[in-house]
């Protein structure tokens, strides 16, 4: 996944110009991930190059340019929406190989690592849900299948976690020298 | 109270709509509670309306104020409203008068109305070539005050002297009904065997004894003296009284003039007339064994309606473990089920009503034939019906009451989980029921050892001292056998379950489906030691019975010989010696190899008082010994063939050349004076009688007792003519092919009765005994089945998910079938062995008690009880189990 | 120390004894204050439902203290428990929640009437809790009339009923479809922001997740709790 589909989905709607897209973007998308106009424009201008978008030659009373879609970017954001997403389009999972690293690393207490990083999961969730909460059910459709889906990608973490959990605690303990790692900010899973 | 109340109320709603759900079940339940409050109603209806107060009132005087009785007694001062008016006497008179010649209505006050009671006479109408023999009844025909005697159905009273009605069973017979048979023929007449010939106006019946068949005819009619009647020594009038006369100011004039009153008010209101004979003493006789019906009945109910809640209990387990969870106590819980009880007891208990009061009054014509009584309506007794309507609710209650406690006693988690409590293979046995069961053996063994002796001392007591007026004192075996055998059923059951246990053990080595069988009865022992106790009852009873019927059938006598037809003239209407012979040929000419045989008696030359010829009786005039009821007896005139037919075998030469030398044959011993060595019996008759002494010769007879038609002392023809004794026809006796069917053999009765006289054969009683024993194990058959075919559908239904496993490995349906099988076998067997075991030791007390000595085995309703039933029960429960399962669980 | 709805001081449980002892929960704590939701997650045979079974008095530790409303259980005699279920505490489990002979309004009313409150009394405590709850159109139906979550909802207005405050609920989704689930969990959610104190069994996260707090149960023991929620909005921040 990245912005320039995301844009061309935006541009699949509504001509629009580059504020008008960040804004919808962040919209469809909850609060969830955040873009700067830098990043709009960037994408925008490489979209130009590779003749997806055009400009439509109007602009606004602030001398904005207004972009659309051209017929080579319908069709890639045609294609794009019938290609299925695996797994190799992902980023590599840090966390994975953080709590392997973590059992193979003497010294390290796996269960601690596992622990931390399902509180932080889990609270994480209930962020997630809270939104949820708030959240308009006709309204905001678009926002709640993405909520949804991170809900789920988060459950399903913490399901794997709970599973690890239960194979460490099968596993003979190995003496601990080290305290465990504490690891309960977001930012190391992203 | 509002507290009481709001306690039962959700339990009630739950209740209500919960039997709705499960229709079936509760259908069930409640037909298990109505059908013997059906039975109640339909027999207090019964009781009531055909020997009620209502009833002997309107016997006695039908819708009259009172019944009038002119004595020959001149006054009767002693007498009072309740005693009977024969054999009391006036003490100031000498002698009696005509009771006909008083005047009743002169005595009675003014305004009164007085209608005598019907006479009765036998008269002889021939129709054709026959003889019709029937009642002749003179009084007032259609006089409202007689219509408990007869109303008219058709056509109208007589009102001519050349009139007269019959009953509708005799123009029956005489085939004076139209072809539809309701109406009379027009012109219809019968004629008397004098000749006298009347017209007959109507067609009536008897409201108390429908198949009655007689002619009605008024006083002074034509009719009214064709007949013969023995003279009456007291007259009966129906009375009617003016409006607002005091009964109790009639009757004390009435009995002042020799006339006795019984107002309406002896039967409506006994309590007014102390001097009333109350048959209070069998009151306790009655009730005993009435109570105990009663009381296994409801044990049958409850156990057989228990079994059945059982189950519902445990489908419910989840709903009671949520009322558990929001808050309900284990009294909450209780009540839930309880309610069900209450709630299908009293459906059940309304339905029994109500289904008895349908079949009574549904059944009408039929009741009527069977009581040979009209009904004009039915007559309950409310008290006894809201009595068996409470008992009926009770037992709805009782049945609920078991699973109510097992089920309030779990605690919520197990409910809600529906997990039950394993009471798997704990062989325990319940140390109160062994020892019950001890006590209860031990009881009845003793009692009936006590019985023995009982009855074995009084029979010694018979003997020794003649006439003895005391009967047994069987009290206290009696009341052991009620005790001990009460402690051996509640013994059994608490032990059963032990027993299941037990069963449950040896089980390992048994056939897939007679273990799984048995491993299931031992682990649903809620539903098995039930259906087990609910057989082992009705089958101990049954078998108990038998016992008491077996020893009845070895103490039955016969009255005559095999194979015969005694035929015997009327001893009122026989026109002699022609008639009896010439019938006695129609008789033997109805049957194959009829053959009949003249039964001579002897009477003497001097008359007795009332001008009828004087027996020749033999016997021993000081005879004491007590074992002989019969001291003396009539001689007849022997024949070869009659004394074979009285004795079982052809005379010996010996015995014949007795009776040619003068002697006389006894086939009693009892006849002969005290020393029976001097082979002498003498003639009887009262005091100034010739007494005669002749050398007698005792034949052992194959009956116990002396036939009843026949002479039990034979004289030869010469020596009854050398004593001046004269010959009369007794009888006949007509022997036949034991070939002869039933057919042939009616057709000789009613024979017999065309040419006006009485023909009569063995009644054979040990048939019916058969049937009400055969009967019996078919009752026993019938719950056993009942119990069977709940525990089996119930444990089909509790083990779906057994069942369904068992399919999923792959067993063929026949499987289930086997299965079905095997726990009918379990239940009912085991139901059954118990049965017996209690039933016999209840028989080993009955026996001796009815005077039986001997302990006769009733072994073919034994076998029937014990193989047949359960094997019906195992053929039964493998039939109506379905072989394809249904895998769908259905929510409920 | 009536501060907490529900209180659990260092609860044991042992089912069994001797060698076949099984320890369902050791040395549990556990408080949920009144408009608070707090959720226990945790495999199955982790002794989720023990807890639950313990927390509303149909259980008893074997070890411990159990306050609801600062009333102790352990000194409760069996029928002050069933008063205190009928007043205080209402459950709500997977399913078959209701007693299928009482309509809807019947059910809610149940605890009521048991309690010995006048019929018209139960009746509109019952339909207040029906409004609630936003199935008061369904008050007249019986339980197979309904669906399954229309079903839990009548559970939910039963177990807040009249004067009850505080909620059980054991895996009250695990019979539905996740949407319908999240449907209840929401009307939960709800009634917990309206005041009621809740305590939740689930072994899914994604249901945890509604609670204010959320306790990881394994092997009878608390492992972990995710202590109280942050700031609503504080995702955004710390982006």
Known sequence: MSIKYGLLALLERAPMYGYQLRAEFERSTGATWPLNIGQVYTTLSRLHRDGLVEETGESDEQGKVVYRLTDSGHAELTGWFATPVTSDDRPRDELAIKVALAVTTPGVDARAVVQAQRTATVRHLQELTRLKTRADEDADLAWLLVLDSMIFRAEAEVRWLDHSETRLARRPPRPAATPAVESDEQEVVQ | MSRWTSGWRPALRIARRSVRRNLKRSILIAALIAVPIAGATVIDGMLRTMSGAEHNLYQAMGTADGLAQITGQHALPDWRPGMSPYGMHDPTAETERDPAAVDLLGMLPPGSRAVPEPKFLGVQLTEGDRIVRTDLMVFAVGDPLTEHRARIVAGRAPDDPAEAVVTKPLADRLGLLTDDGDGLRPGATITVDDGRTATVSGMAVNPLQLDQQAVLTRPGSTMADAGVSFPEMVLGYYVDLPDGVDPDSVWPVLAEHGVTFTPREVHTQPERYPALMTGGGDFLETAGPVALVVLFGVLEVVLLAGAAFAVGARRQVRELGLIGANGGTSKHVRRTVLAQGLFLGTIGALAGLVLGWLVLVAGTPLWQRLTNELVDGWRFGWIELVVAAAVGVLSGLGAALVPAIGVARMRPVDALAQRFRSTAMTARLPVLGVVLLGVGIGGVVVSGLLARQVMADYQAMLEQEGAVYTSPDVMLPTVGAVLGGLAMVVGVIMVSSGLLGALGRFAARLPLSARLAVRDAGRHRHRTVPAVAAIMIVVAGAVAMSFGLAAGRSTDFRSQPENTVIVEGDPMLSDGDEQLATGAGDVAAELPGGEALEITMLSGSTPTPDGGPTPVAFGSPDSTSPRCDMSWAQAGIATPKLIELATGSPPSPAALAALDRGEVLVLDECLFPDDATTGAVSTEADEEAERVTLPGRLLEPESEYPYYQFPAVFVSAETAAEHGWTPEVGGYVVTHDPTATQDDIDTALAAAEDNGLNGYVNTDESAEIQAVSLGLAGGAGLVTLLGVGITVALSAAESRADLATLAAVGAQPRRRRLLAGAQGLVISGMGTVLGLVVGAGIGFVVVPLSGDLAFPVPWESLAVTVVAVPLLAVLVSMLSTRSNLPMVRRVD | ?239
């Open chain 3, 1 to 239: 120390m009536t501060e907490y709805a529900l209180e659990l001081r260092d609860v044991t449980r042992v089912h069994g004894s001797g060698e076949t002892a099984v320890n369902a929960l050791h040395g549990v704590s556990l408080r949920v204050r009144a408009g608070q939701l707090v959720a226990v997650m945790g495999p199955s045979g982790s002794g989720k439902s023990t807890l639950l079974h313990l927390a509303g008095g149909l259980d008893t530790p074997t070890e411990g203290v159990v306050e609801v409303e600062g009333n102790r259980l352990d000194e409760q005699n069996r029928a002050g428990l069933a008063a205190l279920r009928r007043r205080g505490i209402g459950y709500v489990f997977q399913d078959l929640n209701l007693i299928p002979a009482l309509t809807a309004v019947e059910n809610v009313a149940l605890p009521r009437e048991l309690d010995g409150v006048r019929v018209r009394v139960a009746r509109a405590e019952a339909m207040t809790a029906l409004e609630d709850v936003g199935v008061a159109n369904l008050a007249e139906r019986f339980p197979d009339e309904m669906s399954g979550g229309q079903q839990q909802r009548v559970a939910i207005a039963r177990a807040l009923v009249g004067p009850r405050r505080l909620l059980l609920a054991d895996e009250p989704t695990g019979a539905l479809d996740s949407h319908t689930g999240e449907a209840v969990l929401r009307t939960i959610r709800a009634r917990c922001d309206a005041g009621a104190a809740g305590l939740l069994v689930t072994h899914e996260a994604r249901h945890a997740a509604w609670a204010d707090e959320i306790v990881f149960l394994r092997d009878g023991r608390i492992v972990d709790e995710t202590g109280a929620m942050p700031a609503a909005d504080s995702l955004l921040g710390a982006q």
